[in-house]
């Protein structure tokens, strides 16, 4: 019995490596997790949740992106990865209305999206 369910261990992990998406699936690929240029950002993306699986990835340490590189990271995390990848980037961050840009006003620090939309900034 032992050696029939190792084997079927074996079979679903080979089949898991090879899967296709499905196309309600808009979780990031587990070779490929989303790199964020701030905090906002992975709590953004942490709050959308995958219609068949829920969590869409896994938290890593956020690293200190400088802020005149930020603005570079967008197109290259766009055009340096998989399908799926950019399908569950832009579920969280559509194209038209990202990457926002930081402003300071009265009530504080924000990112203003495309649309004029504010979130609160937090680095």
């Given at each position: 019995m032992h050696r029939?369910l190792?084997r079927?261990e074996?079979?679903?992990?080979?089949m898991?490596a090879?899967?296709?998406?499905s196309?309600?699936c808009?979780?990031?690929?587990?070779?490929e997790?989303p790199?964020?240029?701030v905090?906002t950002?992975r709590e953004?993306a942490?709050r959308?949740?995958?219609?068949?699986?829920?969590?869409r990835?896994?938290?890593?340490?956020?690293?200190?992106?400088?802020?005149w590189?930020?603005?570079?990271q967008?197109?290259?995390?766009?055009?340096?990865?998989?399908?799926q990848?950019?399908k569950?980037?832009f579920?969280?961050?559509?194209?038209?209305?990202?990457?926002?840009?930081?402003?300071?006003t009265?009530?504080?620090?924000?990112l203003?999206?495309k649309?004029?939309?504010r979130?609160?900034?937090?680095?």
């Open positions: 029939i190792k079927i074996r079979i679903e992990q080979a898991k090879q899967s296709i998406f196309p309600d808009i979780c990031f690929p587990e070779n997790q790199f964020f240029v905090s950002e953004i942490a959308v949740k995958c219609p068949l699986h829920g969590e990835f896994k938290p890593r340490l956020q690293v200190y992106v400088s802020g590189l930020r603005p570079k967008w197109p290259a995390l766009w055009t340096q990865h998989s399908e990848y950019r569950a980037g579920a969280t961050f559509p194209p038209d209305l990202w990457p926002g840009k930081c402003k300071r009265d009530e504080g620090l924000f203003i999206l649309d004029g939309s979130i609160p900034w937090t680095d």
